[in-house]
């Protein structure tokens, strides 16, 4: 790995957790950020005997331009709101802000097995789907229902909601895999740095683990007695580092071309729904069936997110199916005005 470039990242670490301890009220909060600043110093000084060994000049470090724009950031909206951005700069501590039980952040620790995480993330998925029906039914319908209040021949219809269809499910799936193909180069580029200073100084890395667990509740020799404990084992502290120090998850790690199809999937499914009935035959009701069978869907899927909500599952249907109604009227009046203006 490039020294220079490690003692900038420890410098530019240091500059943002002063920053960081300076907006927090907190005094466990304030006191944490201002001894991890302390302890990205001392590993700056670790390159910086490197970087004399291979006769490599040290220049005076001097934030960059984007550095700096961050801490500005972070003084005005605060670090809670800037986790992401905060993690992709190796600042660690970020678990800090999470409101989860200690239980179910430590699970090695205190008991909680691997596949609480791996339910989580089922759940999480299962979700996603949920949500993706739910965005091509609504917007195919919408769009179909404008072009309809612009009283022109079933034919125009028909292709307003098939090219609805294509445009937003490739949209959908462009647009997932850009995300996660981001975020997953983001992570692997965190948990690569994380693995090199776990191998290069244990023994700080397991000191900053016992700052933020004290800053989270534990008491200091609980604390200690918990980091050094989680450090013995390569794997787990390094998952457990990138936890708690950078905010991330390594189980995030997912498929950019599983998340893209998945999502191209999800929204055809859902925007497919209204374009049945014309799809299937040339009945002069196939709006009037379309627009009840688009509602009988919003309803069941409102109802069904109530499952990872908890709550009501007739208010929960009822509330989509009501947006659903808003969103469908509103582009219906707009197509039927345009349809009159000649547009």
Same mark, same amino acid.
């Given at each position: 790995?490039?020294?220079?470039?490690? #003692?900038?990242?420890?410098?530019?670490?240091?500059?943002?957790?002063?920053?960081?301890?300076?907006?927090?009220?907190?005094? *466990?909060?304030?006191? $944490?950020?201002?001894?991890?600043?302390?302890?990205?110093?001392?590993?700056?000084?670790? #390159?910086?005997?490197?970087?004399?060994?291979?006769?490599?000049?040290?220049?005076?470090?001097?934030?960059?331009?984007?550095?700096?724009?961050?801490?500005?950031?972070?003084?005005?909206?605060?670090?809670?709101?800037?986790?992401?951005? $905060?993690?992709?700069?190796?600042?660690?501590?970020?678990?800090?802000?999470?409101?989860?039980?200690?239980?179910?952040?430590?699970?090695?620790?205190?008991?909680?097995?691997?596949?609480?995480?791996?339910?989580?993330?089922?759940?999480?998925?299962?979700?996603?789907?949920?949500?993706?029906?739910?965005?091509?039914?609504?917007?195919?319908?919408?769009?179909?229902?404008?072009?309809?209040?612009?009283?022109?021949?079933?034919?125009?219809?028909? $292709?307003?909601?098939?090219?609805?269809?294509?445009?937003?499910?490739?949209?959908?799936?462009?647009?997932?895999?850009?995300?996660?193909?981001?975020?997953?180069?983001?992570?692997?580029?965190?948990?690569?740095?994380?693995?090199?200073?776990?191998?290069?100084?244990?023994?700080?890395?397991?000191?900053?683990?016992?700052?933020?667990?004290?800053?989270?509740? *534990?008491?200091?020799?609980?604390?200690?007695?918990?980091?050094?404990?989680?450090?013995?084992?390569?794997?787990?502290?390094?998952?457990?580092?990138?936890?708690?120090?950078?905010?991330?998850?390594?189980?995030?790690?997912?498929?950019?071309?599983?998340?893209?199809?998945?999502?191209?999937?999800?929204?055809?499914?859902?925007?497919?729904?209204?374009?049945?009935?014309?799809?299937?035959?040339?009945?002069?009701?196939?709006?009037?069936?379309?627009?009840?069978?688009?509602?009988?869907?919003?309803?069941?899927?409102?109802?069904?997110?109530?499952?990872?909500?908890?709550?009501?599952? #007739? #208010?929960?249907?009822?509330?989509?199916?009501?947006?659903?109604?808003?969103?469908?009227?509103?582009?219906?009046?707009?197509?039927?005005?345009?349809?009159?203006?000649? $547009?």
């Amino acid at each position: 790995m490039d020294l220079l470039e490690n #003692w900038r990242e420890e410098k530019r670490s240091s500059y943002l957790y002063r920053i960081v301890s300076e907006t927090e009220a907190e005094k *466990l909060h304030k006191n $944490l950020f201002i001894e991890l600043s302390g302890l990205a110093e001392a590993q700056a000084i670790i #390159w910086e005997s490197q970087l004399k060994k291979s006769n490599i000049p040290i220049p005076d470090y001097h934030p960059d331009r984007r550095t700096r724009f961050i801490g500005w950031l972070v003084r005005r909206l605060g670090a809670r709101y800037l986790r992401p951005l $905060l993690a992709g700069t190796k600042v660690r501590g970020m678990s800090i802000y999470r409101s989860d039980s200690l239980a179910k952040q430590f699970p090695q620790v205190f008991g909680e097995l691997e596949q609480q995480h791996r339910a989580v993330r089922s759940g999480n998925n299962l979700r996603a789907a949920v949500f993706g029906i739910n965005d091509g039914l609504l917007s195919n319908a919408s769009l179909m229902l404008g072009v309809a209040g612009a009283q022109v021949h079933p034919s125009f219809i028909i $292709l307003s909601g098939i090219a609805g269809l294509l445009a937003g499910a490739c949209s959908m799936g462009s647009g997932e895999y850009v995300s996660v193909r981001s975020q997953r180069e983001m992570l692997e580029y965190q948990l690569e740095l994380e693995k090199h200073e776990l191998d290069t100084y244990p023994e700080e890395e397991a000191r900053e683990l016992a700052l933020i667990y004290e800053a989270r509740g *534990l008491p200091p020799e609980e604390a200690v007695k918990v980091a050094n404990l989680l450090i013995q084992n390569p794997e787990k502290a390094l998952e457990t580092l990138a936890r708690e120090e950078l905010g991330i998850n390594p189980d995030d790690l997912a498929s950019p071309w599983g998340a893209a199809i998945s999502s191209f999937i999800s929204f055809t499914i859902g925007a497919s729904i209204p374009l049945i009935p014309f799809l299937l035959s040339n009945s002069p009701y196939n709006l009037l069936i379309s627009i009840v069978l688009t509602g009988i869907s919003l309803f069941a899927i409102g109802a069904s997110l109530s499952f990872f909500t908890q709550r009501n599952m #007739w #208010w929960s249907g009822l509330r989509t199916l009501l947006i659903g109604v808003a969103a469908g009227t509103l582009t219906y009046c707009i197509g039927q005005w345009l349809g009159v203006k000649g $547009l």
